[in-house]
């Protein structure tokens, strides 16, 4: 069987329960055989003249995975200069692995605005997709969604496939309502984010005095 793996992008500014909780039950739910953390080196959605260092948010990243042997930390988009696009990183991937079949983990919400990304198109030439949300009433929005950005998308038993191969699936998860603009929040108002984020994480934020100005 070919091997099938999980890719979890983001920011991670820092990495959360949120993100490694969706990926532990991803990676279960679709039998994965490893998910792959990117960090974005510079995201291309997002404007944030404090966002921190790649380094540093790599570092956070492989604190918060340590330990587990299927998560791994990837990275390539710190690497690269400029924007990091995804269809780039995934489209490097689909060639240094080329025996590896692709899950992209996306959350709902970046799905709606997937219309907008660089080349979104290309990037289901490279990938399947998962979208993973808070519970079963999101399966509207979902549907409404493939079908306005995939027209040619065809529906199977439990997910979409398009002409070309790759499926598109919805994918309820137990989303814990954390989040890593909250936790910068918490932290440079002086109180705990603890608890919402891996204890060695924390520790790295604190030493560090990530977040306080
Ligand atoms: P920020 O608050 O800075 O936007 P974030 O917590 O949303 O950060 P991102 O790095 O933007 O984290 O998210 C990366 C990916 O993880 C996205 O696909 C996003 O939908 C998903 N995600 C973010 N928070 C959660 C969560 N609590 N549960 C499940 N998935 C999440
Ligand atoms: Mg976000």
């Known amino acids: 069987m070919t091997a099938r793996w999980g890719i ?3 920011t991670f500014d820092p990495i959360h ?4 909780r969706a990926a532990e039950e991803v990676y279960e739910a679709l039998r994965l055989e ?7 080196g510079q995201p291309p959605h997002k404007y944030r003249p404090d966002l921190s260092p ?6 956070l990243v492989k604190a918060a995975i340590k330990g587990v042997d299927y998560f ?14 995804s269809v780039e990183t995934l489209e490097l991937l689909n060639r240094s692995f080329a025996c590896v079949d692709f899950y992209f983990i996306l959350g709902l919400d970046a799905f709606v605005s997937f219309g907008s990304w660089y080349r979104f198109q290309d990037i289901l030439s ?52 954390i989040s890593a603009t909250k936790i910068r929040s918490l932290v440079r108002q002086g109180r705990s984010p603890r608890f919402l984020l891996p204890e060695a994480v924390w520790e790295i934020i604190n030493k560090q005095k990530l977040y306080t100005a």
């Open 72 to 85: 791994e930390a990837l990275d390539w988009e710190g690497l690269r200069p400029g924007p990091s696009y």
């Open 17 to 20: 329960l949120g993100h490694l």
């Open 126 to 177: 490279f990938t399947h997709l998962v979208i993973i949300s808070r519970g079963p009433g999101d399966i509207g929005l979902f549907q409404k969604t493939v079908q306005k950005l995939f027209p040619q998308a065809l529906p199977e038993a439990s997910f979409w496939r398009l002409p070309e191969g790759k499926t598109i699936r919805f994918l309820p998860v137990t989303r814990l309502d």
């Open 54 to 59: 790649f380094e540093i948010r790599l570092q």
């Open 34 to 40: 490893k998910v792959l953390f990117i960090p974005a």
């Open 8 to 10: 979890l992008g983001g």
